[in-house]
């Protein structure tokens, strides 16, 4: 087995970056890519309630996904920040600590939304055929939420190590088995949108076992933590993943909204902003990666007291993110007639599959300086203005601009409303960020709320 080590605290830090941000997008984007197929074979069924049912699940599905990735998130800084200090042991025992407890959440977490989902697909603007539909889609795939924390955590613990090849690895075998049991199920068998759910359950089953399996064969494996190390391990991943699962759940709450907006022009906007909601992983995938990606390379550097690689990582991150955003906004540019030939949208679909192969592309840059700005902030000990940025863009920078765009330019302006909340908080964070590593630079390390746990665990766990 490979010895665990630090590897970000040496070499350029822009490339640590983009092959960090690359790979873990390649199984991520692999990941909405079936996601986007899925919408493919829905939209073929010539079934406007379906596409719709989609778009109202989807938005529950990123609240439930929401909670796997702020356990993901205290999973991956803590295991960054042992391996930064020179503490593998430290590192393997919040490894497994994380796991167990996102397996415990996720469960009592899945089965509180399972209970409402009716009220919560209602809550999203769902009625009639719709809403039974979007509830049987849901009742399947929720009570999966266990599986993938398991993945989501796996992953991340993988990254902190720096092999994002084999947490790339994982999501790519889940993506394939979705991607071969879509068609089978939906047309082969008839099963329509219950085929699209069996096939995300079994696709997330394989996620959480190819996430584990590297960790034994490559990097030490896991502690068997009894009751003690659990108890002591508790609170240093909840003061990092209590505030990162609500800064995550903000990002749901803000699409909710959304959602609620374009219900009030009908079908076919519905169906328009899920065929968005499925493009906008595929084509920024890279995007939404880069926040995982660079939080392990922040994480053992702020472990090591590098502050000077700290900010020429920040700085690293929103380069690349800048670069990115343009190439691809010239790619949708560029397909946006086939884009909308592959889905024959018409009327306000089409209107807004054309506003996102657009301007619409390039106001994501400001939603990627809050991804590098949350990576900052969970990974120095500040995953509380990673919370206060969140919630205040989804919230402040949402509703307003969202109601008032709809009223003045229709289901567009829902978009349009949207993207300008992103411009105002992305420029609060960059300052926010500023500030943090200003008051930092030069100075050691500071222990953490949860430093002295962590240090009783590795204790423990070196005692057994």
Known sequence: ?????????????????????????????????????????????????????????????????????????????????????????????????????????????????WLNLEALASLMG??????????????????????????????????AHGDARRAMMATIWGALVNAALDPVLIFGLGLDLTGAALASVAARLVIAGTALIPIFRHHGGLVRPGIPELSVALRPIVTIAAPAILTQLATPLGQAVVTRAMASFGEAAVAGMAIVGRMTPVAFGVIFALSGAIGPVIGQNFGAGRMDRVRQAWRDGLLFCGLFILGVTAILFALRGPIIALFGAEGVT????????????????????????????????????????????????????????????????????????????????????????????????????????????SLMHRRR
Request: proline content about 4%.
């Open 1 to 113: 087995m490979a010895e665990a080590r630090a590897v970000f605290l040496e070499g350029n830090l822009f490339r640590h970056i983009t092959v960090m941000a690359l790979t873990s997008s390649v199984g991520l984007m692999a990941v909405f890519a079936v996601d986007f197929i899925d919408m493919v074979f829905i939209a073929m069924l010539g079934n406007a309630e379906l596409a719709a049912a989609v778009g109202y699940a989807g938005a529950i599905l990123f609240f439930t996904t929401s909670f796997g990735i702020g356990m993901a998130i205290a999973a991956g800084a803590l295991v960054a920040r042992a391996l930064g200090q020179g503490d593998p042991d430290l590192a393997r025992a919040q490894a497994a600590a994380a796991l167990v407890w996102g397996v415990v959440f996720g469960g009592i977490f899945a089965a509180a939304v």
């Open 126 to 159: 769902a009625t009639g055929e719709t809403l039974d539909l979007a509830v049987l889609y849901l009742q399947i795939i929720v009570p999966s939420l266990p599986f993938l924390i398991v993945g989501m955590v796996g992953g991340a613990i993988l990254r």
């Open 350 to 457: 089409r209107d807004l599959i054309v506003l996102f192969c657009g301007p619409l592309a390039l106001a994501f840059f400001f939603n990627g300086v809050i991804f590098v700005a949350n990576a900052a902030f969970n990974n120095m000990g500040h995953p509380f203005r990673s919370t206060l940025v969140n919630w205040g863009r989804h919230t402040l920078g949402t509703v307003p601009f969202v109601l008032a765009g709809g009223a003045l330019f229709g289901a567009p302006g829902v978009l349009i409303g949207q993207a300008m909340g992103g411009v105002i908080f992305a420029g609060v964070a960059a300052v926010m960020v500023h500030r943090m590593m200003v008051k930092k630079s030069g100075t050691p390390v500071p222990q953490g709320p949860f430093d002295r746990q962590a240090r009783l665990m």
